[in-house]
T-cell receptor, first 113, second 111 residues
Framework: SQTIHQWPATLVQPVGSPLSLECTVEGTSNPNLYWYRQAAGRGLQLLFYSVGIGQISSEVPQNLSASRPQDRQFILSSKKLLLSDSGFYLC????????????FGDGTRLSIL | QKEVEQNSGPLSVPEGAIASLNCTYSDRGSQSFFWYRQYSGKSPELIMSIYSNGDKEDGRFTAQLNKASQYVSLLIRDSQPSDSATYLCAAPGSGTYKYIFGTGTRLKVLA
């Protein structure tokens, strides 16, 4: 069966510090991978998605970036965090073809001080 | 702009009642629909998928799809306090790798 791992679960960072969140998927090959952000009490905002190694599509212009160095690894990064980057970050995977559902990792709660 | 719309709620139902959650979508090309449950502070968890018109039942959950009316619903029978959560409706965007999510309906089951 497929599993998705996302870490860390909680992160507190000062403004202006860098960020690296990692997500890995097991039990499937060539998944589509997604990063979402969810503000408190709000819906899901798609940040990035990837359909293959090195292929990144950005949905929202901001100071975040994403990379996919391996087939089942997806990384969300920032060089300098802003207060507005606080939120709940979710990684998800979906099979190729996207008629099947996405599955989410446990999420990272990021607080910027 | 492809959209999935849900009433944000909260929808309050007494324990043991049927909770009815509704969702409309704009993309007529959407072929599949998903319901996720999200407890406060947790990630969304897939609870139902539906691909064809009609009803699909899984335990206490029934998903209903009407493609002509572009309407998806989720019925929860014998609602329990543990069903209190936000329910997200989602559909893959046709011609894209993205998924379109509704903003969710918050359900409160009162003991």
């Amino acid at each position: 069966s497929q599993t998705i791992h996302q870490w860390p679960a909680t992160l507190v960072q000062p403004v202006g510090s860098p960020l690296s969140l990692e997500c890995t998927v097991e039990g499937t090959s060539n998944p589509n991978l997604y990063w979402y952000r969810q503000a408190a009490g709000r819906g899901l905002q798609l940040l990035f998605y990837s359909v293959g190694i090195g292929q990144i599509s950005s949905e929202v212009p901001q100071n975040l970036s994403a990379s996919r160095p391996q087939d089942r690894q997806f990384i969300l990064s920032s060089k300098k965090l802003l207060l507005s980057d606080s939120g709940f970050y979710l990684c998800a995977w979906g099979p190729q073809g996207n008629h099947q559902p996405q599955h989410f990792g446990d999420g990272t709660r990021l607080s910027i001080l | 702009q492809k959209e999935v719309e849900q009433n944000s709620g909260p929808l309050s139902v007494p324990e043991g009642a049927i909770a009815s959650l509704n969702c409309t979508y704009s993309d007529r090309g959407s072929q599949s629909f998903f319901w996720y449950r999200q407890y406060s502070g947790k990630s969304p968890e897939l609870i139902m998928s539906i691909y064809s018109n009609g009803d699909k039942e899984d335990g206490r959950f029934t998903a209903q799809l009407n493609k002509a009316s572009q309407y998806v619903s989720l019925l929860i029978r014998d609602s329990q306090p543990s069903d209190s959560a936000t329910y997200l409706c989602a559909a893959p965007g046709s011609g894209t790798y993205k998924y379109i999510f509704g903003t969710g309906t918050r359900l409160k089951v009162l003991a």
